[in-house]
C-alpha cells in the first residue's frame, strides 16, 4: 500500500494509545499457493516480512491471532473467544477496508455484534474501494462508522 499505509501506521499509532479496551490483532497469513488468494499473490504470504505486525504498533496489542481468510471469523479461535468474554461491542481499523474490514464487519454483523469501524483507521489501496465498503457497511451492514 505504499504510502497510504505509511498513513495509517501515523494515525493508528496516535489512536491505539487512547484505546482502553483489549487490543488483537488479527494477522492474515496465508501461503504463496493459496488460490484463494489468486489476484494478490504478494499479500500478507508466511515467511515473509509482509505478514509480520509492525514492531511500532505491536505494543499497543494483547493477543494476536492469524487468519487464512479476508473474514476474522473463518476457521479462526475468534468467535470463541468473543464469546468466552462475553463481548458485544467491537471495534475495526487496520487494512483493506474493502476486504479484511467489509468482510470482517459483515460476519460480525451476522452474529449481532455492535460492530465500529473507525473510519480514519482504515484504509485500501483504492480509495474508491475504501469509500464504496465504508458505504456498504454504513447503509447495509448498519455498523457505526465514526471519526475516532
Not at 494509545?17 to 488468494?37: G, V
Amino acid at each position: 500500500m505504499g504510502e497510504k499505509a505509511e498513513i495509517l501506521k501515523i494515525r493508528l499509532a496516535d489512536f491505539l494509545p487512547r484505546f482502553t479496551k483489549e487490543i488483537i490483532y488479527l494477522r492474515e497469513i496465508h501461503a504463496k499457493e493459496d488460490d484463494f488468494f489468486i489476484s494478490d499473490k504478494t499479500n500478507s504470504v508466511a515467511n515473509t516480512s509482509d505478514f509480520l505486525i509492525n514492531k511500532e504498533l505491536k505494543k499497543f496489542g494483547h493477543k494476536i491471532l492469524d487468519k487464512t481468510r479476508y473474514n476474522a471469523l473463518f476457521n479462526t479461535v475468534l468467535e470463541k473467544y468473543l464469546v468466552e468474554k462475553k463481548v458485544k461491542n467491537i471495534g475495526i481499523v487496520g487494512v483493506e477496508t474493502h476486504t479484511s474490514v467489509l468482510f470482517t464487519a459483515e460476519e460480525l454483523r451476522n452474529r449481532s455484534y455492535d460492530v465500529t469501524v473507525v473510519e480514519p483507521c482504515v484504509m485500501s489501496r483504492e480509495d474508491y474501494l475504501h469509500d464504496s465498503a465504508i458505504t456498504l457497511m454504513r447503509h447495509s451492514l448498519g455498523v457505526r462508522v465514526t471519526d475516532g
